[in-house]
């Protein structure tokens, strides 16, 4: 495992070249060392340093030399390195140097660094860097391609007939291979070949498929190969199964580069499969690993002070709370948890002793729920590696970069509080697939999505959907439906814990000084009905799971996570604010889950916008210093998402284009939760291929999802009230708001 930084851009196939200089302390002038051969090619160190030079002045030069073999008068070798002066004193006291991209060819076969370290610094008494009079350089090297060279490659009949002294049935499929190079490097093969089957030369593998063996014989073989975002996860299976460390490298140096695999994905591989290169690099150079993130980029100051200085490592207590909301059916609203050293314990530290509280496993709960930081003014996911202790130092910070308040207003007195709720990122798919296995989790997955309920958060399109949630929970709470205490009266007097203000007013009867003005409503008594059907589950499991899924099918802003923001909407009548305007810029919410968009008014009575984010790209602008952000959401695009980023904006030629401005601080938050998404479903649809069993579970159930939400009066082609952007055939042929100043009708963008 390559230990230089920044090597963050390079392809698997790195490898670490060690020259050993002796008699150091005697150099004068240059030296070259022995050649190493990697790829097919020769590589040498040249050290350069003069011993007529000052002594105070004196400095030392570093080259790495390329020489191949069978090269043409015209060959180049493109290659990413980088080197280290290794101190016995320990890793941290290495002298690394910067990363070079350099292709070596006939006319420049040397590439390094004129007067990298001072002599002095090496060969001082007790520094470290000479060891008996040994100095010792490696590089790390990547060749990412070559040409005018020509590789000796040993031949496949070669090969089978003087090396491969076994085969490997699999899939139906013969691989043949050296047994003694296999069992080398792996203590499993190696008990399975000489210990269990001793004399036998033909193995048959069931636990794996042909490519992923294929693979692994290629790894060892150091032929080439290439680990994909399709292959990595079966490789790091293989690898752990049968213990064999190069395998599981090679996919910890993939993971380690792309930016195809999410953070907290590549964080619970580490776990799973014990690749500890995150820990290992956090030790040796005394710093974590914090993803470059809006959030920690706006506490990076504050992570710098480091909590170990703000005092002595005491326990600290955490108070978890469960819901915001003081309702009957919450009987208890959160847990107190007393962490050692718990200024510097971090998120993941909280979440597994919530996980060991409420007897879950942890996996599985850090994977369904996270720790938010909330206050009224802001809402924050805490990663895994986040300390919410640290968090709360600079929760000021993050108000000042995240919220939008009128100049003079005083940010001093917005307290948040840590909740435990769903996790924003968690695919809907994903989430029944850990209920089926730890059915458990619908508890806190409910008293999460009641919240959202009471808050006006968790949004029905049809009248019919509220209702049949509304039952769900009546027999939660209340128990199966009795007609001797369940009826009008009771559904007027319960109804209020059950659903938003708002929301009861279009089911229970109107009331004057608190008595009805009609004896029952069409609504009540479907909503009896309804309390009726759903009583015929045989237990709360079944209820919950059933509650869950018509969220799930009826609400586009089911598990979302909300964000402020502000967005241009066409005014109906004149009024002195906007004097002179045909708009009004309004304050909205925008809820972001793992399938849909919905933008809300900020009061959360009216649904403006709900928009598929398969079905959108977007681009993030205003990022500059002293800028306000924006995005530009294209609510029409057809084209597939091939990156979990944010895609630029591009107008079809032959399809009707529509455009939607928002602004506010926290469209940075958007961005990155977008891009999240679309990354994680870009791996739940690659791994969905791979599997037909998923593939069809999956896209049956996104179907059904679809199926149930009604977008009729909701989608961007039909909603007449916001100020939108418009193109046909890639000319404009509307613009409202402040897209006025940018496009006129007939421009093309």
Known sequence: MSMLQPLIDLSANIVTLVFNIYNFEHLDGSYTSDMKEHNGIHWCVRVQSNKTAKTQKRRVSVFLVCNPNNAGTEWSVTTSFGFRL?????????????????????????????????????????????VDGIFTIEFDLNVSSFTGIQKEKMSKEIYDEFIADGKLIVEEKTINVCLALLADNSTVLYD????????????????????????????????????????????????????????MDKCEDFLLKTKRVSIDTKLKLSETFQLHYLQEDRDHNGTEFVPFTPINQALRATHNQSTDTLGPQKVVKFRIYLSRVETPAISENGIDLNIESGKTADSKTLLFYLAKEYDIDYQTFSEMFALWMISPLLEVQLKSYHRPYECRQGWETLLNRFVDVPNGRSLTSDEPILMLRRNASLTSDREFELLNHYPQCAHFLIIDAREMLLLGRLHFLSLDDTIRVAALLFCLQHGNFKEQTHDVAFIRNNIEEILPERTCESIAAKTIFGKAISKKTAQEERLLNCWKECSKYRNDAEKEHELLMTLTQTSSCYGAAWFSGRIEKKTSRASLRNFGQSFAEIDVSIGINDRWLTIMDSNFTETLLVQSLEEMTWQLEGTKENQTPFLILNLSCDEEIKEGSSTTINISNHATTLF????????????????????????????????????????????????????????????????????????????????????????TL
């Open 192 to 247: 399975k070949f000489y210990k269990e089957n001793p004399g036998q030369t033909t193995f048959e593998i069931f636990e794996f498929t042909h490519d992923a063996v294929l693979g692994m014989v290629s790894i060892l073989q150091m032929d080439a190969f290439d680990i994909t975002f399709n292959n990595y996860r079966e490789l790091l299976e293989l690898g752990q199964w049968y213990k064999i460390t190069p395998v």
């Open 86 to 130: 290794m101190n016995s004193w320990g890793h941290s006291k290495n002298k690394i140097s910067s990363l070079f991209v350099h292709t070596f060819s006939a006319n420049e076969n040397s590439k390094g660094t004129n007067g990298f370290c001072a002599w002095d610094d090496l060969t001082a008494p007790n520094s470290g860097f000479l």
């Open 660 to 747: 939607l401005m928002v602004t506010g601080s926290q469209t940075l938050l958007i961005d990155a939760l977008m891009n999240t998404m679309t990354g994680r479903r870009l791996e739940r649809a690659i791994s969905d291929s791979s599997s037909s069993d998923s593939s069809t579970s999956s896209a049956g159930h996104a179907s059904l999802i679809q199926s149930r939400l009604c977008l009729k009066n909701c989608s961007a082609s039909s909603n007449r009230k916001l100020c939108l952007a418009k193109f046909k055939d890639g000319k404009c042929t509307e613009a409202a708001g402040s897209f006025k100043a940018f496009y006129c009708q007939g421009q």
